[in-house]
């Protein structure tokens, strides 16, 4: 190849280059979301009505992060580090944040109850974010999945990791005080978009007044309840005019993943957080 076709060559592969980064999502949720277009009430950020969740495995997607995760020896504390190519860690300084936080940590048991938490973990000066396990995840093996978002690069990153604890006494399991009442889904077919809604009530049939949690209304995420599909999503409500009924409804949008059942973990505050569970389930 001559001088002139090799720097032609690079000179177009720089510019496709180029754009294709522009291209990409520039905000956590953009890639999360497809057709980004929050809608801001009183401070509380919506989906907009185009915008749909998508069900990811941070490691078919190939991220240039690796997520390390260690607990302490009696499972009370964690501690993880995000590695990226060169070998460092990303420290606090280097991440935005993203619905409040700069780290999104979701972590669900293996087996048993199917238990889950979604967690903040604080940075520490080494490089290191350390979070409190809860009581129920302790002694069980774990999927461990991040989110965040790099500053300087306003990109996000996924990461996953399997983690294998200590086994700790039981914790018995404590009944949600609220209730989803009811949840439908506008299709059932994998690959199609999903309308997802939950309908909700307070304690005892009592109406449920929602507050915001992380600048949503509520977070949701979804895990293949057999685990025959590695990965998840993490969804926001959509406005459709429920939200603030005396039995409120949640709104989903979701690209469907592979067939199979789903657990659907929603994460809410009415003065105090909690979470309750619904299964989803996928045809083909």
């Not at 009370?76 to 300084?93: M, N, S, T």
């Not at 309308?195 to 007044?209: A, D, H, N, V, Y």
Request: include cysteine; glycine fraction near 8%; hydrophobic fraction near 40%.
């Amino acid at each position: 190849m001559t001088p002139q076709r090799q720097t032609l060559l690079i000179s177009v592969l720089a510019v496709a280059g180029f754009f294709g980064l522009r291209a990409l999502p520039d905000t956590q949720c953009a890639f999360l979301h497809a057709d980004h277009q929050p809608v801001i009430v009183d401070g509380v950020e919506f989906c907009g009505v185009n915008e749909e969740a998508n069900f990811y495995s941070p490691k078919a997607l190939q991220f240039p992060v690796e997520l390390n995760l260690e607990l302490s020896a009696d499972g009370a504390k964690g501690e993880l580090r995000l590695i990226k190519e060169d070998g460092h860690p990303y420290y606090g300084h280097e991440l935005a944040v993203s619905h409040t936080q700069k780290v999104h940590l979701h972590l669900r048991q293996f087996g048993g109850t199917r238990a889950y938490a979604h967690l903040h973990p604080v940075p520490a000066d080494d490089g290191s974010w350390r979070f409190d396990m809860p009581a129920k995840l302790r002694g069980s093996a774990l999927e461990a999945y991040a989110d965040f978002a790099d500053l300087r690069t306003s990109r996000v990153m996924l990461a996953q990791v399997e983690v294998k604890a200590s086994p700790t006494s039981a914790d018995v399991a404590v009944a949600p005080r609220n209730a989803i009442v009811s949840m439908e889904a506008s299709t059932h077919k994998s690959g199609d978009s999903a309308t997802i809604r939950l309908k909700l009530s307070g304690p005892e049939g009592k109406p449920l007044k929602l507050l915001p949690i992380m600048g949503s209304l509520g977070h949701a995420v979804v895990f293949s309840a057999d685990k025959p599909c590695a990965g998840y999503a993490h969804m926001h409500p959509t406005l459709e005019g429920g939200e603030y009924a005396p039995n409120p409804t949640l709104s989903f949008r979701l690209r469907l993943p592979p067939p199979g059942a789903y657990d659907l973990w929603l994460n809410l505050n009415d003065g105090q957080e909690e979470l309750l569970r619904a299964t989803l389930v996928v045809t083909p």
